[in-house]
């Protein structure tokens, strides 16, 4: 899909009159992420003149933008009010907040009060669960505030009387209720009524739990918003979220990236999915790229600590680890950066204090309870990691990396089955991931049931497109168990052309040991000789395996040899 310039303008003007209304409502998320993008547009869609503020009132005046002119207006009374409250709200004040506004049915003084009032609640619930693991922590604390909040929402919902924003809140508030269809409903409503509320669209991202749901709001939102740059902003975010293929991602994000080249929240979303594609040298690139252009810019470098600290690249994750100490030592992007940095030093217990800092910044953060959980595996202590693991799927149950670590935890004690349930749930997530794959054959295999270790090693082949000897080898050795040879061989064959100019490890050393004695039965004595000689330059016991086996392949051959020649001609 080709995006014209008219069509980019109006992108531009949606997301600059999307700051002002999302500001007016301090919705402080939704609004920076619309200057994030628009701050990358191409320059030739900007006007060429300075004195742009004077010559598009509607762009700077909020009562100009058509959605706020579609609203009752505000008395000055009402706008007084307006104004002290949203101060308020902006130093955190929630509580003062709702004091000053009082019982207003205005849209937008109606709004603030209630959204002032759930982050009271949000907060007085994080303070009661702050000791990550400690004896006051309370991790079934609840925000207080949500049933007066939803009883007030729905009365007026069924009145026809919220506007886009109140809608936006009831769908928080639904979802915080386990009412998830209702929620997606709601939010849907929203949206339609103003589409560029980013926080709206997060929120319906949390929703979305499976490929077929995605595949279902796919068909949907783009039949309804046809032509809408923050729905395949929406959809590109969802690609990375639940793991989709590359180019389902790149088909979406292509175009957009093509219209805003400059923007960091583009290049951040390319840099996380080369990482999450496993694509590490690229990922590498494009965060280094942006660390340039933006070296202030702190979302999103957990992301690329966690990349350097798979690559072992310690000096530029303690780099990493002391920008973004001196830019905010309080964000929790921070400490998870600080956190891997001890991790990669092998300073686990150091690692496990920052994790639980930046938990306590953000009790939803949910790639700091997976880390967490790795640490804790790393100390062998398997019950404190399975409860961190839990809380990461508990926040999102989309981390495939939690449930991987849930099914680890559970095959360290010896609890198969239990690892098979969690393993199945990351090969749904992930189902292009060899490694989830060979996971659950493992446990498949432990249980004896080969049939399904089989067909699980078949997906890890089908899908390691670099490295295929693991679990080629593994179906080998289930095929010679089940008596089936010569589809063993098949496989060993396989495995030994890819790796035969290679360096042999053991586990091949006794593979080719095994087709040179297959060969040697089939009197292949030419095949067994090869096979035997790519096993020479191995350690013990391979090496000398193989030099007796190429003692008894030049007798064999000798033999043949002699019975060909003795015998008669015709």
Sequence with gaps: MIIDDKTLREYKVQLQQSIV???????FYSSKWAAEVLDGIRKDILE????????????????????????????EYEYNKYQYAKSLFQIRQFDSVKDVLGNSKSPKLYFLRLYAKYLAGEK??????????????????????????????????SKGNLDAFGLYLYGIVLRKRNSGFQAAAILLESIRKF???????????????????????????????????????????LCIDLHQPRPVFAAIMEPLTACFPHSAYVKSQWAVLYYDTMDYNESLLMFE??????????????????????????????????????IDKYRPETCCVRANYHSVKREVPESIEYFKRAL?????????????GHDYIELKNTNAAIECYRRAV???????????????????????????????????LRPYDARMWRALANCYQTLQQDDEARDCYKRAAACDKTGKNLAMVQLGRIFEKMGRMSVAIDYYHTVWEQARYNRINDE?????????????????????????????NTIHPYHEQARVMLDEIKIFKEMSRQSQSAAPTS
């Design 508 to 536: 091949l050393a006794e593979i080719c040991l095994v087709l040179a004695r297959y060969a040697i039965s089939k009197h292949r004595y030419k095949d067994a000789e090869e096979y035997a000689v790519s096993a020479l």
């Design 289 to 326: 790229e942006l660390r340039r252009a933006f070296p202030s810019r702190l979302e999103d470098m957990d992301v690329f600590s966690n990349l350097l600290y798979l690559q072992d690249s310690k000096d530029k994750l303690c780099v990493l680890a002391l920008d973004c100490d001196k």
């Design 360 to 372: 306590k910044l953000n009790r939803s953060y949910h790639l700091a309870w997976t880390l967490l």
């Design 195 to 237: 589409q560029y509320n980013w926080s709206a669209w997060m929120e319906l991202a949390l929703l979305v739990q499976n490929n077929k749901m995605f595949m279902d709001l796919q068909v949907l939102v783009n039949r309804e918003f046809d032509g809408s740059a923050i729905k395949d902003f929406f959809l590109a975010k």
């Design 21 to 27: 209304v999302c500001s007016e409502r301090c919705l």
């Design 124 to 157: 007085k619930r994080e303070e009661l669960s702050q000791e990550i693991f400690g004896v006051t922590e309370d991790t079934k604390a609840d925000n207080l505030e949500l049933n007066s909040i939803f009883e007030e929402l729905s009365e007026d919902h």
């Design 394 to 428: 508990g926040v999102n149950s989309r981390d495939y990396r939690a449930w991987y670590g849930l099914g680890q935890a559970y095959e360290v004690r010896k609890f198969p089955y239990d690892a098979i349930y969690y393993y199945q749930k990351a090969t749904d």
């Design 48 to 75: 060429d003149k300075e004195s742009f503020t004077n010559n598009e009132p509607q762009l700077v005046s909020a009562y100009q933008i058509p959605y706020e002119a579609s609203l009752p207006p505000l008395s």
